[in-house]
Protein backbone atom coordinates (compact mmCIF):
# COMPACT_ATOMS: atom_id res chain seq x y z
CA UNK A 1 0.00 0.00 0.00
CA UNK A 2 1.25 3.23 -0.77
CA UNK A 3 2.24 5.81 1.43
CA UNK A 4 3.36 9.14 1.35
CA UNK A 5 3.75 11.25 4.35
CA UNK A 6 4.80 15.24 4.26
CA UNK A 7 6.06 17.26 7.02
CA UNK A 8 8.34 20.43 7.03
CA UNK A 9 5.98 23.14 6.47
CA UNK A 10 5.11 25.84 8.62
CA UNK A 11 5.08 29.67 8.96
CA UNK A 12 7.59 31.71 7.11
CA UNK A 13 8.17 35.60 6.87
CA UNK A 14 8.88 36.45 3.23
CA UNK A 15 12.22 36.23 1.65
CA UNK A 16 12.24 33.07 4.30
CA UNK A 17 13.62 29.53 3.51
CA UNK A 18 11.55 26.37 4.45
CA UNK A 19 12.35 22.63 3.14
CA UNK A 20 9.49 20.00 3.30
CA UNK A 21 9.97 16.38 2.78
CA UNK A 22 7.78 13.78 1.89
CA UNK A 23 8.65 9.85 3.29
CA UNK A 24 7.26 7.24 0.90
CA UNK A 25 6.55 3.64 1.67
CA UNK A 26 4.79 0.51 0.29
CA UNK A 27 6.82 0.57 -3.23
CA UNK A 28 10.23 0.31 -4.90
CA UNK A 29 11.22 4.61 -4.62
CA UNK A 30 13.37 4.52 -6.53
CA UNK A 31 11.88 2.92 -9.46
CA UNK A 32 9.32 6.11 -9.39
CA UNK A 33 9.50 9.64 -10.71
CA UNK A 34 8.06 12.25 -8.17
CA UNK A 35 6.61 15.11 -7.68
CA UNK A 36 5.19 18.28 -6.03
CA UNK A 37 2.27 20.14 -6.19
CA UNK A 38 0.19 22.88 -3.97
CA UNK A 39 -3.18 23.92 -3.95
CA UNK A 40 -4.28 27.77 -2.52
CA UNK A 41 -7.22 28.68 -1.14
CA UNK A 42 -9.56 28.91 -3.66
CA UNK A 43 -7.46 27.61 -6.11
CA UNK A 44 -6.78 24.71 -8.26
CA UNK A 45 -4.25 22.34 -7.21
CA UNK A 46 -0.81 22.69 -9.43
CA UNK A 47 2.15 21.21 -10.17
CA UNK A 48 5.35 22.76 -8.49
CA UNK A 49 8.41 20.50 -9.29
CA UNK A 50 9.10 17.33 -10.43
CA UNK A 51 12.22 14.90 -10.46
CA UNK A 52 12.81 11.08 -12.01
CA UNK A 53 13.82 8.38 -10.98
CA UNK A 54 17.42 8.84 -10.68
CA UNK A 55 17.59 12.64 -9.61
CA UNK A 56 19.42 13.61 -12.58
CA UNK A 57 16.33 15.66 -14.27
CA UNK A 58 13.91 18.35 -12.34
CA UNK A 59 11.67 20.24 -14.00
CA UNK A 60 9.62 23.06 -11.95
CA UNK A 61 6.46 25.57 -12.78
CA UNK A 62 8.09 28.90 -13.93
CA UNK A 63 6.38 30.71 -10.74
CA UNK A 64 9.05 29.10 -8.48
CA UNK A 65 12.15 28.37 -10.96
CA UNK A 66 15.54 29.56 -9.14
CA UNK A 67 13.51 29.44 -5.92
CA UNK A 68 12.65 26.24 -5.15
CA UNK A 69 14.80 22.95 -5.96
CA UNK A 70 13.61 19.59 -5.56
CA UNK A 71 15.45 16.64 -4.70
CA UNK A 72 15.31 12.86 -3.40
CA UNK A 73 17.39 10.51 -1.63
CA UNK A 74 17.09 6.78 -2.75
CA UNK A 75 18.28 4.91 0.60
CA UNK A 76 15.74 7.38 2.85
CA UNK A 77 12.55 6.85 0.00
CA UNK A 78 12.53 10.39 0.76
CA UNK A 79 11.65 13.59 -1.72
CA UNK A 80 12.71 16.86 -0.50
CA UNK A 81 11.55 20.49 -1.82
CA UNK A 82 13.48 23.33 -0.37
CA UNK A 83 12.12 26.49 -1.08
CA UNK A 84 13.93 30.18 -0.73
CA UNK A 85 13.16 33.64 -1.44
CA UNK A 86 9.34 32.71 -0.40
CA UNK A 87 6.64 34.77 -1.14
CA UNK A 88 2.85 35.45 0.16
CA UNK A 89 1.61 34.18 -2.89
CA UNK A 90 3.61 30.87 -2.10
CA UNK A 91 1.10 30.04 0.66
CA UNK A 92 -0.77 26.93 -0.01
CA UNK A 93 -0.89 23.03 1.06
CA UNK A 94 2.15 21.29 -0.24
CA UNK A 95 1.23 17.66 -1.30
CA UNK A 96 3.49 14.88 -2.48
CA UNK A 97 2.37 12.77 -5.32
CA UNK A 98 3.93 9.51 -7.12
CA UNK A 99 2.04 7.79 -10.56
CA UNK A 100 2.19 4.40 -10.01
CA UNK A 101 0.02 1.65 -11.70
CA UNK A 102 -2.30 4.01 -13.57
CA UNK A 103 -3.53 5.89 -10.67
CA UNK A 104 -1.77 9.07 -9.20
CA UNK A 105 -1.20 8.73 -5.24
CA UNK A 106 -1.22 11.49 -2.99
CA UNK A 107 0.23 12.30 0.82
CA UNK A 108 -1.99 14.34 3.23
CA UNK A 109 -0.40 17.41 2.47
CA UNK A 110 1.48 20.21 4.74
CA UNK A 111 0.56 23.54 4.87
CA UNK A 112 2.74 26.33 4.20
CA UNK A 113 1.87 29.62 4.92
CA UNK A 114 4.20 32.98 4.30
CA UNK A 115 3.37 35.90 6.32
CA UNK A 116 4.71 39.14 7.98
Known amino acids: QVQLVESGGGLVQPGGSLRVSCAAS????????MSWYRQAPGKERELVAG????????NYADSVKGRFTISRDNVKNTVYLQMNSLKPEDTAVYYCHVWRNSRGHWGQGTQVTVSS
Open 26 to 33: GFTFSNYA
Open 51 to 58: ITRAGSIT
